[in-house]
């Protein structure tokens, strides 16, 4: 009895750890592993005015509206979970973000890239796939190296499934979420520069500054 139970408390321990790292195929086929950032969230929203007034929520630490119905947000794991954002009248969609080995948070959305191998005709490998009905729209997104863009009608927590389902299959080269990332500051005076990003560090207003972090998810160049 003693051994089943010390065998029960392992397996739940060892699921525990696989469940905090997810993992995606990249264009070499090999596993990318990202961790699972819990007190990261992204969220879809059904407007751009829900998604504005998500941000000012008190359940986040943080939150930045981005890509006209987005929210990307910091939470405090110990307290809130998917779940319970699920719940919000304003949120139709929930993720956690996915830090890289470079500390990079990637944030997945519904655009995915997709190169279907040769021969390969893109609407018979997704009714073979069974993911058909999960497809808003289809484009040739280059037309040069064969690259389609797809967007996803399925919940956020999906996406990486779905591009794992169709590289697994045997007919893609491969198939990579558009990830929103958040590059990890390597200014160590970053925290100090409240113009950048006010978090009330000088007894200030949080929040007064040039919103730089909501600008870097968009572009850094």
Request: charged fraction near 25%; aromatic fraction near 12%; proline fraction near 3%.
């Amino acid at each position: 009895m003693r051994k089943i139970f010390v065998f029960i408390v392992f397996a739940g321990i060892a699921t525990g750890l696989i469940a905090q790292v997810d993992f995606l195929y990249n264009g070499k086929g090999e596993k990318d592993y990202f961790k699972v950032r819990k007190d990261k969230v992204i969220l879809k929203t059904k407007t751009a005015v829900e998604a504005k007034e998500l941000t000012k929520k008190s359940i986040f630490h943080s939150a930045s509206d981005i890509n006209y119905d987005m929210v990307i947000a910091t939470i405090d794991s110990t307290m809130v979970n998917l779940d319970d954002l699920l719940q919000m009248t304003e949120v139709v969609s929930a993720t956690y973000g996915l830090e890289y080995t470079d500390g990079t948070l990637h944030y997945p959305s519904y655009r995915i890239f997709v190169r279907f191998k040769d021969g390969q005709s893109p609407m018979e490998v997704l009714n073979k796939t069974n993911l058909r009905k999960s497809i808003e729209t289809i484009e040739l997104f280059d037309p040069y190296s064969t690259i389609y863009e797809i967007i996803l009608t399925s919940d956020l927590s999906d996406i990486l499934q779905i591009c794992r389902c169709l590289f697994e299959s045997g007919l893609c080269v491969f198939a990579e979420p558009s990830f929103i990332r958040q590059i990890k500051p390597l200014n160590v005076y970053y925290p100090d520069q409240w113009g950048l990003h006010n978090t009330g560090q000088y007894s200030d207003t949080t929040g007064i500054d040039i919103k730089a972090e909501p600008a870097w998810v968009i572009t850094t160049g």
